[in-house]
């Protein structure tokens, strides 16, 4: 019922910027807190940011400082902003509904979508 679609991603330079975007379908988008993971080959899925209903945000610190998430309940739509980015940010990013926890973390609903990859290389 409730599908995540997420676009943006592509090649970028060291220091470039990207901006993904999550666009949701089904459920009520504004009553949920949005996160955006991201996962490199060989590792774990990673939560990096959380955005909750009320707009509070809290970032992993591998991404703080450079990362910045936003929504817009409008649009139904959840952005992840990246600037700086580095060859370690290359994974498929990919988003998804939930509940936040302590500290930066989400009980996900699993509806995250196919993800979108972002490369960083030169």
């Known amino acids: 019922q409730v599908q995540l679609v997420e676009s943006g991603g592509g090649l970028v330079q060291p220091g470039g910027s990207l901006r993904l975007s999550c666009a949701a379908s089904g459920g009520i988008f504004s009553l949920n807190a949005m996160g955006w993971y991201r996962q490199a080959p060989g590792k774990e899925r990673e939560l990096v940011a959380v955005i909750t209903s009320g707009g509070i945000t809290k970032y992993a610190d591998s991404v703080k400082g450079r990362f910045t998430i ?7 739509t959840a952005y992840l902003q990246m600037n700086s980015l580095k ?3 290359t994974a498929v990013y990919y988003c998804d509904r939930g509940i936040p926890t302590d500290g930066v973390g989400m009980l996900g609903f699993g509806s995250w979508g196919q993800g979108t990859q972002v490369t960083v290389s030169s």
Do not use: T
């Open 70 to 76: 936003s929504r817009d309940n409008a649009k139904n």
């Open 87 to 89: 060859p370690g940010d």
